[in-house]
């Protein structure tokens, strides 16, 4: 017999972007949303759509458990999980401060496991739920400069490909997203991010630079640009995985997520970084 469909869905990092479109799509198909950020005056107009608003800081045990602990106050158990929150760490390896790697993985990978085995609980009580970890398509290739952001991403993959299998036979299905180029504002966070946390000189200056401006590019101007796709794109693929009997284990999401994981498949690591190097400059060659 398949599973019910979740009526109650907590969404993480709702204050833009994927996360804000997803609460927004779920509530106007009747789902029960609770919609979350670090802030909660930043959803406050979720609540004005039917959202029912939390303060949830993925870095913060108290923060994580309070939330969690609503909504099974208020309906037994989470019914599905969608773990969104994150964002982009840029910069050389070498220089990347351990503070900002550390913070990446407490918000791209910690977070989103703790959330897990805080629902799984109230989950495997009612022998069903739906958890959906939101990954990326550089789960499956990497980009120079950005180490840390697809570590987080890879990590994310390994973790739900082995908690499949562990939840599974409780009625519970985790599912992994891969949106491709979103339109939001990934692009300034993640240059921003270059740009507070690498020195403005040094042996990576211009590499940190071209990292920068490619990531700009991609995003916001470039031919690939054209192939992404805006969050709502992604928010109709979270609730397909939510609500289909039988859900994919990856859902990728956009023509350039498609075309960039095909592309790395095809490749060997020899070629890729040769095909790298006509995008990005090698540091110590300048």
């Known amino acids: 017999m398949a599973a019910p469909v979740p009526t109650s869905v907590l969404v993480t990092g709702c204050s ?14 009747g789902f029960v949303v609770y919609a979350t950020a670090r802030r909660v005056e930043a959803i406050a107009d979720l609540e004005a759509r039917g959202c029912r608003v939390l303060a949830l800081d993925v870095t913060e045990e108290a923060s994580m458990e309070a939330a969690v602990g609503t909504v099974v106050d208020e309906q037994g158990a989470v019914g599905a999980l969608v773990n969104n929150a994150g964002y982009s760490q840029s910069g050389a390896v070498e220089e990347v401060p351990m503070a ?20 799984l609980p109230g989950m495997r009580a ?3 739920g739906r ?11 990497t980009f120079p400069g950005g180490g840390f952001y697809h570590a987080t991403k890879y990590a994310v993959e390994a973790i739900s490909d082995a908690l499949r299998f562990e939840v599974g036979g409780f009625g519970i299905g985790v599912v992994i997203v891969q949106p491709g180029i979103i339109r939001t504002g990934f692009a300034d966070a993640a240059t921003d991010a270059i740009h507070s946390a690498t020195p403005a000189e040094g042996p990576y200056a211009a590499f940190n630079a071209a990292v920068a401006g490619s990531t700009q590019s991609v995003y916001e101007r470039g031919p690939l640009a054209r192939l992404g796709g805006a969050p709502e794109a992604v928010a109709r693929t979270i609730e397909r995985a939510i609500t289909a009997r039988s859900p994919k284990i990856r859902y990728r999401v956009t023509p350039s997520a498609r075309l960039l994981v095909g ?3 095809l490749m060997t690591d020899g070629m890729w970084d040769r095909m790298l190097a006509t995008q990005f400059p090698r540091p110590g060659d300048e």
């Open 16 to 29: 833009s972007g994927i996360g804000r479109a997803t609460a927004e799509r779920l509530v106007a198909r």
């Open 131 to 141: 958890i959906v970890n939101v990954s990326s398509m550089g789960a499956n290739f």
């Open 263 to 265: 592309q790395r498949a």
């Open 126 to 128: 009612q022998r069903h």
């Open 100 to 119: 900002d790697v550390r913070r990446q993985f407490e918000t791209n990978v910690f977070g989103l496991v703790r959330m897990c085995q805080l629902v």
